[in-house]
């Protein structure tokens, strides 16, 4: 196959690549990608997992050491059937966030600590380097494979030429449709369909080899079996036997290369448009790992049957059709190479640029020119930035690649580099799934895992005496025999890479949780730590951090967003906050909600330690830091306890109130009382008074008949008589109520007592003849207490009947019985029963019914008796009361059996 | 922090669903026990290049299953974690 076809075809199929990409963002820019961002071309663009490193270099790897090649494609498929783990959180994160990178990720994560992007921005940098050198060699190598075999002399002159024209070709396409957005959630479209474009060739140029070498060349696929069969025998080829520490070892380090690449967090994360579609590439994606590595056994098989000896094992994909005659095949085959080779390349130069202008050249040039974050035009410095990055990053794998001289086998350096990724691993996993995870912890462990790597691997990689002189091989660094590179702590016989997987992970993980046990989180880590971990939970989550009204103007955030996001971009968001608060124009308030928003925004641009920091700038550092929170917390928690003492000690002022009202009330109505008294009693003395001094008056008139003056007198004498009664009865009841008097005790018998009470009361009104109902025999029981003034209640009560009773023909009953050592004696009329409100005062003072039917005052009483026979009764330690539910008024008269002890 | 609200016991779709996501989880476990088997094999005595050959049958039909079994659980889940999104918290809080 002429060379120059080669490199015209090949020339053809970069410019097919450059109008995909080209069509597909003119697209994009009017909103037409819809079926370009499908779950099969997010499938597809995923596929640059599998670089030129699988394309060529798993052949020879299987050549070399049999099935131990599929643990790299084995890893992959895990992590993916097992997406609902982390893949499903790690994109949610990535949306939610705004992530623009791997180190983006862990920098926001981690309190949004550059420190942290520097560091795994380095580990990306070092990994990748020598990965991307080693797709520049595949391509140049391929290249010459053509070239060796071109009889005309149009040999290619220079290896290193047609990696430096590769690269030239590679920066300009990465440029071109890797940094024509900012913001990284704009995607790039163009990129990604490109690579699923090449994906797609590279499948179908592996398969075509294959398909070639197993129908083609052994005669089937049970001959081809045989043939394997045939070559693996141990004693022949001791190297394809399966070694179980590096089986499992390395299918775990593909596991972890598979989140931690920075192209396939780019393409998985990062350039993710919906994540519905990672669903889909749960099984699509090992489905298309599968069939890429479906012929690489038989290829290799074939190659190492047909071929010399000598031939490099890499590029068996390519001489094996070629010394069959197939031309045509192997032309795709190279055409499938160089797109392993070229898609890698791009995707990982955009995702290291995205890295080294956010988190290096970015923070150095606010650093250098701290206005610069006020003034001048941001979008074209980070756009600027991100291109120097990129050709920065391609220049490094070029140098490194004419340094190695590109000798070293393919696998190795894929392998080296995974291992260095890997070293993200713990702090990823740690940062996403325990909150207790610290930025201290991540960078002691980042720095401890990438020291022991490079120590370990990446440094001795280069040969004994390449940068470790190989003296320190022998006898360790110091001369000390346990840091000897190859036998950490005395681990002499562990496989060098699996010695190293294990040494570097596990001093990194062990670092790690021990630095973020020992040490305590700034607000803003335990914050975004909250915010990751529970990513799941309300996205209200994130805006609980946030920025509260500082200084800062909405107009000049305004500024600044708009040379960041462009113009029309920031105004139509700052807008659109506007509206959502309720607010007419474009300046919203600086809510924390729309600060959070507005960094996120930012983030997706310029990385989120950048925008935190440019926020920063013009919000001033008023971040709400947890002791703030806290602080408020506790002020909220006095004030409630204080709110609370309050709330009781009102209580207790309001019972106290009751209290004092009740009593004010009883006061009030003591006072009345007493006034009602005082009138009552000056009234009650004054009426027999008056007609005292009235007749009186007339008696000292001479010449009276006699009739008269003893008429008169009598009178008087009448009047004097009840004011004598009246006086006796105040002092009497003065007496009772002081309880100073004095009780005569002796045994009476009640019958008797009874009866000289009816005897003393059956002068009231003699003129009505009243029907007693006794019952005797209950009446004889003797009693001791004082019988006179017994015998004086006894004659109030009847007397009251007498008095007051209204029946036609009026009865009174009077009985009694024994309960529990007291006596019980009812009187009971059959006269109108007393009203219920008026029960409670007939036992009052002056207290005289002024309803009709007991019409007070007729029988002139002063309304003192049934207060002076309360008090009798409380004085022989016994009660008197109303008896309601009677048919006709009645009182209960109850008192003990035996008064032992005169009350007092 | 499990809500004080969260139901003890769950219709029968949204117990299905998330059966399906334990399903979902326990896939990548089947498929590390099935893949270390080979290492496990490989002893000390060399084995037969039949068996060898054998091996690497084993592995592409065990990596076969993994992505078939991974292809009938993609679509239930993908609309499980659309529908509910809430639940998934619930569930992941439960755990």
Same mark, same amino acid.
């Given at each position: 196959m002429?060379?120059?076809?080669?490199?015209l075809?090949?020339?053809?199929?970069?410019f097919?690549?450059?109008?995909v990409a080209?069509?597909?963002e003119?697209?994009?820019?009017?909103?037409g990608?819809g079926?370009?961002?499908s779950?099969?071309?997010?499938?597809?663009?995923l596929?640059?997992y599998c670089t030129?490193?699988?394309?060529?270099?798993?052949v020879?790897?299987?050549?070399?050491?049999?099935?131990?090649?599929l643990?790299?494609?084995?890893g992959?498929?895990?992590v993916?059937?097992?997406?609902w783990w982390i893949?499903?959180?790690l994109?949610r994160?990535?949306?939610q966030?705004?992530?623009t990178?791997?180190?983006?990720?862990?920098s926001?994560?981690f309190g949004k600590s550059n420190?942290l992007?520097?560091v795994v921005t380095l580990i990306a940098v070092?990994?990748?380097?020598?990965?991307?050198a080693l797709?520049l060699?595949?391509?140049?190598l391929?290249?010459?494979v053509f070239?060796?075999d071109?009889?005309?002399?149009?040999?290619l002159?220079?290896?290193?030429a047609?990696?430096l024209?590769?690269?030239?070709?590679?920066?300009?396409?990465?440029?071109?449709f890797?940094t024509?957005?900012?913001?990284?959630?704009?995607?790039?479209?163009g990129?990604?369909?490109?690579i699923a474009?090449?994906?797609?060739?590279k !499948?179908?140029?592996l398969?075509a080899?294959?398909i070639?070498?197993v129908w083609?060349?052994?005669?089937g696929?049970?001959?081809?079996?045989?043939?394997i069969a045939?070559?693996?025998?141990p004693?022949?080829?001791p190297?394809?036997?399966?070694q179980?520490g590096?089986?499992?070892?390395l299918?775990f380090l593909?596991a972890?290369?598979?989140i931690?690449?920075? =192209?396939? %967090?780019?393409?998985?994360v990062?350039?993710?448009?919906?994540?519905g579609?990672?669903?889909r590439?749960s099984?699509?994606f090992?489905?298309?790992?599968?069939?890429?590595?479906?012929?690489?056994?038989?290829?290799?098989?074939?190659?190492l049957?047909?071929m010399?000896?000598?031939?490099?094992p890499d590029?068996?994909v390519?001489?094996?059709?070629l010394?069959q005659?197939?031309?045509?095949?192997?032309?795709?085959?190279?055409?499938?190479g160089?797109s392993s080779?070229t898609?890698m390349?791009?995707?990982e130069?955009?995702?290291?640029?995205?890295?080294?202008?956010n988190?290096?050249?970015?923070p150095?040039?606010?650093w250098?020119?701290p206005?610069a974050?006020?003034?001048?035009?941001?979008?074209?410095?980070?756009?600027?930035?991100r291109?120097?990055?990129?050709?920065?990053?391609?220049?490094l794998g070029l140098a490194?690649?004419?340094?190695?001289?590109?000798?070293?086998a /393919?696998?190795a350096i894929g392998?080296?580099?995974?291992?260095g990724?890997?070293?993200?691993?713990p702090?990823l996993?740690?940062?996403?799934?325990?909150?207790?995870?610290?930025?201290t912890?991540?960078?002691?462990g980042?720095?401890?895992g990438?020291?022991v790597?490079g120590?370990?691997?990446?440094l001795?990689?280069?040969?004994l005496?390449?940068?470790?002189?190989a003296q320190v091989f022998?006898s360790? !660094?110091?001369g000390?025999?346990?840091l000897?590179?190859?036998?950490?702590?005395?681990?002499?016989?562990?496989?060098p890479?699996?010695?190293?997987i294990f040494?570097?992970?596990a001093l990194n993980?062990?670092v790690?949780?021990?630095?973020s046990?020992?040490s305590?989180p700034?607000?803003v880590?335990?914050?975004q730590?909250?915010?990751?971990?529970?990513?799941?939970d309300?996205?209200?989550?994130?805006?609980r951090?946030?920025w509260?009204?500082g200084?800062a103007?909405?107009?000049a955030l305004?500024n600044?967003a708009?040379?960041?996001?462009?113009?029309?971009?920031?105004?139509?968001?700052?807008?659109?906050q506007?509206?959502?608060q309720?607010?007419?124009g474009?300046?919203?308030?600086l809510?924390?909600?729309?600060l959070?928003?507005?960094?996120?925004r930012?983030?997706g641009?310029?990385?989120?330690?950048?925008a935190h920091?440019?926020?920063?700038?013009?919000v001033?550092?008023t971040?709400?830091?947890v002791?703030?929170?806290?602080?408020?917390?506790?002020e909220?928690a006095?004030?409630k306890e204080?709110?609370?003492?309050?709330e009781?000690?009102q209580?207790?002022l309001s =019972?106290?109130?009751?209290?004092?009202r009740?009593?004010n009330e009883?006061?009030?109505? /003591?006072s009345?009382?007493?006034d009602a008294?005082?009138s009552?009693i000056?009234h009650e003395?004054?009426?027999?008074?008056?007609?005292i001094?009235a007749?009186s008056e007339i008696l000292?008139e001479a010449?009276?008949?006699?009739a008269k003056v003893a008429d008169?007198g009598?009178i008087?004498h009448?009047?004097a008589?009840? /004011?004598?009664?009246?006086?006796d009865?105040?002092?009497?009841l003065?007496?009772l109520?002081?309880?100073s008097?004095?009780?005569?005790?002796?045994?009476?018998?009640?019958?008797q007592?009874?009866d =000289?009470?009816l005897?003393?009361?059956?002068q009231?009104r003699?003129?009505?003849t009243?029907?007693?109902?006794r019952n005797?025999?209950?009446e004889?029981?003797?009693?001791?207490t004082?019988a006179?003034?017994?015998?004086?209640?006894?004659i109030?009560l009847?007397?009251n009947?007498?008095?007051?009773?209204d029946a036609?023909?009026?009865v009174?009953r009077?009985?009694?019985?024994q309960k529990?050592g007291r006596?019980?004696?009812?009187?009971?009329d059959n006269?109108?029963?007393?009203s219920?409100?008026?029960?409670?005062?007939i036992?009052?003072k %002056?207290a005289?019914?002024?309803?009709h039917?007991?019409?007070?005052?007729?029988?002139?009483g002063a309304?003192l008796g049934?207060?002076?026979c309360?008090?009798?009764?409380?004085?022989?330690g016994?009660t008197v009361?109303?008896?309601p539910g009677q048919k006709g008024?009645?009182?209960r008269?109850?008192?003990?059996?035996?008064?032992?002890?005169?009350?007092? | 922090?499990?809500?004080?609200?969260a139901?003890l016991?769950?219709?029968?779709a949204?117990?299905r669903?998330?059966?399906?996501?334990?399903?979902?989880r326990l896939v990548p476990?089947?498929?590390?026990?099935?893949?270390?088997?080979?290492g496990?094999?490989?002893g000390d005595?060399?084995?037969?290049p039949?068996a060898w050959a054998?091996?690497?049958?084993?592995l592409?039909g065990?990596?076969a299953?993994?992505i078939?079994?991974a292809a009938?659980?993609?679509?239930?889940?993908?609309?499980?974690?659309?529908?509910?999104?809430?639940?998934?918290?619930?569930?992941?809080?439960?755990?």
């Open positions: 002429p060379f120059n076809i080669l490199v075809s090949c020339l053809i199929y970069v097919f690549l450059f109008l080209f069509v597909v003119r697209r994009a820019s009017r909103g990608v079926f370009l961002r779950p099969m071309v997010y499938t597809l663009s596929s640059i030129a490193w699988t394309f060529y270099g798993a020879g790897y299987a050549a070399r050491s049999g099935l131990e090649f643990t790299i494609y084995l992959p498929t895990l993916f059937v097992g997406w893949l499903r959180k994109v994160i990535g949306r966030q705004r992530v990178s791997i180190a983006d990720l862990i926001s994560r420190l992007g520097v070092v990994a990748s380097t020598p990965y991307i797709q060699q595949s391509i140049s391929s290249f010459g070239a060796s071109t009889p005309t002399g149009w040999a002159p220079n290896r290193d047609t990696a024209w590769v690269a030239v070709g590679l920066a300009a396409f990465t440029i071109l890797g024509r957005t900012l913001d990284a959630k704009e995607q790039h479209h990129i990604v369909t490109a474009v090449e994906a797609v060739v !499948l179908v140029a398969l080899v294959g070639f070498v083609g060349l052994a005669g696929p049970a001959a081809m079996l045989d043939k045939d070559f693996a025998d004693a022949q080829n190297a394809w036997v399966l179980p590096r089986w499992s070892g299918i593909s972890a290369a598979v931690c690449l920075p =192209r396939m %967090f780019q393409v998985m990062v350039e993710c448009v919906d994540e579609h990672l669903a590439a099984w699509a090992p489905l298309y790992l599968f069939l890429m590595s479906l012929f690489i056994l038989p290829i290799a098989v074939m190659g049957e047909v010399p000896a000598d031939t490099n590029m068996l390519l001489t094996l059709p010394s005659g197939q031309g045509g095949l192997a032309m795709l085959a190279f055409l499938g160089f080779a898609s390349v791009i995707v130069t955009i995702a290291l640029a995205t890295m080294l202008s988190h290096v050249l970015m150095l040039w606010l250098a020119r206005g974050a006020l003034s001048g035009d941001l979008r074209g410095g980070v756009l600027t930035a291109r120097v990055s990129i050709v920065a990053v391609l220049a490194y690649f004419r340094l190695s001289g590109g000798s070293a /393919l696998a392998l080296i580099a995974f291992a990724m890997a070293q993200v691993l702090a996993i740690g940062g996403i799934f325990w909150r207790g995870a610290t930025k912890g991540a960078v002691a980042l720095v401890t990438f020291v790597w120590y370990t691997l990446f001795p990689s280069f040969g005496d390449g940068v470790i002189s022998q360790g !660094l110091f000390l025999e346990w000897r590179p190859r036998a950490l702590f005395g681990t002499t016989d562990m496989d890479l699996l010695h190293s040494w570097s992970l993980a062990g790690f949780c021990a630095g046990i020992l305590f700034s607000p880590e335990r914050v730590g909250a915010a990751f971990v529970n990513a799941f309300a996205e209200a989550m994130a805006d951090l946030g509260t009204h200084q103007e909405p107009e305004l600044m708009q040379r960041i996001l462009g113009q029309n971009t920031a105004i139509s968001y700052f807008e659109t506007a509206t959502a309720g607010k007419a474009f300046l919203p308030d809510t924390p909600g729309f959070a928003g507005l960094e996120r930012l983030a641009s310029v990385g989120a330690a950048t920091a440019m926020i920063a700038q013009h001033g550092r971040t709400v830091t002791e703030d929170l806290m602080a408020v917390a506790n909220a006095q004030i204080y709110s609370t003492q309050l009781h000690q209580d207790q =019972r106290t109130a009751r209290q004092f009740e009593v009883k006061l009030t109505q /003591l009345v009382q007493k008294f005082l009552q000056s003395l004054r009426t027999p008074m008056t007609s001094s007749f000292t010449d009276l008949p006699t008169y009598r008087i009448d009047e008589a009840r /004011l004598t009664r009246l006086l009865d105040l002092l009497d003065s007496v109520e002081n309880g008097v004095q009780l005569t005790l002796g045994l009476a018998n009640l019958g007592m009874i =000289r009470a005897a003393a009361s059956s009231i003699p003129d009505r009243f029907d007693i109902q005797y025999p209950s004889a029981i003797f009693l001791r004082d006179d003034r017994l015998v004086q209640v006894f109030n009847i007397s009947a007498r008095k007051y009773c036609a023909q009026p009174l009077i009985a009694v019985q529990a006596i019980v004696i009812d009187f009971i006269g109108t029963v007393i219920k409100q008026s029960q409670g005062l036992f009052e %002056f005289r019914l002024t309803d039917s007991r019409g007070g005052g007729a029988g002139g309304g049934l207060a002076i309360r008090e009798v009764m409380a004085n022989l016994g009361t109303y008896l008024a009645a009182f008269v109850m008192l003990p059996l035996r008064l032992e002890n005169p009350a007092v | 922090m499990r809500r004080p609200t139901p016991f769950l219709a029968r949204v117990y669903k998330r059966r399906l996501r334990d399903a979902a476990v089947l498929g590390v026990f099935l893949l270390l088997i080979p496990l094999w490989a005595t060399p084995r037969s039949t054998q091996d690497w049958v084993y592409l065990v990596w299953g993994l078939g079994v009938i659980l993609a679509p239930g889940l993908a609309a499980s974690d659309i529908d509910t999104d809430t639940g998934a918290d619930e569930d992941e809080k439960a755990r």
